[in-house]
């Protein structure tokens, strides 16, 4: 089993937690959550699927995106403070992630009960996102913060489960 899957799922686990503790500090701190959310996500993308998965198609692509990403996570923590602009980044940068995660979907790479799971998710997010975007106040950023909650776990538990059940039915396959 991938070590990497539980590791992301401890840190996913502790920053969700740590999320919803301190849910009402940041909404005073907006660009905390986001900078850090954006720059964590970002180099995960340009460190992982770069260096530990190494797949020919990722690594182009992930790794600029992920560049991409780390540094608009720079520059939300160091530089932009405005309650509205980081709702409006939020939600811009959620919708990405999530055309991703639909085209993903379409293109097969995702599929079965994940990928009607994974579509739902997206859906959601993306509604959530274009209302943050249109109306930047704190009853979607508080939205926005339960979602994110929920999504971090499932984001990290979906690989580690997935593997799990992959590995039992191959020990299955073996004991006949």
Same mark, same amino acid.
């Given at each position: 089993m ?10 996913f686990?502790v920053f ?6 301190f849910?009402k500090d940041l909404l005073?701190?907006?660009h ?6 954006i ?7 340009t460190? +992982? ?7 020919a ?13 780390a540094?608009?996570?720079?520059? +939300? ?17 959620s919708?990405?992630?999530e055309a991703?995660e639909i ?18 998710e ?5 509604t ?20 994110l ?18 590995n ?9």
């Amino acid at each position: 089993m991938k070590i990497y899957h539980f590791i992301k799922l401890a840190i996913f686990i502790v920053f969700s937690s740590l999320v919803f503790v301190f849910r009402k500090d940041l909404l005073m701190n907006l660009h905390y959550l986001v900078g850090s959310l954006i720059l964590l996500y970002g180099a995960e993308e340009t460190l +992982v699927f770069t260096i530990v998965f190494k797949k020919a198609a990722y690594t182009k692509f992930w790794f600029i995106f992920g560049l991409i990403e780390a540094m608009i996570g720079i520059i +939300v923590l160091c530089s932009i403070r405005d309650y509205t602009s980081v709702c409006v980044i939020w939600a811009l940068w959620s919708i990405l992630r999530e055309a991703v995660e639909i085209y993903e979907i379409t293109s097969g790479e995702v599929k079965g009960l994940a990928a009607v799971i994974s579509a739902v998710e997206s859906l959601v997010a993306i509604t959530f996102s274009i209302l943050l975007m249109v109306t930047p106040g704190e009853h979607h950023a508080k939205t926005h913060i339960y979602l994110l909650i929920i999504e971090l776990i499932v984001t990290a538990l979906v690989p580690v489960l997935r593997e799990l059940a992959q590995n039992k039915k191959n020990s299955n396959e073996n004991i006949e």
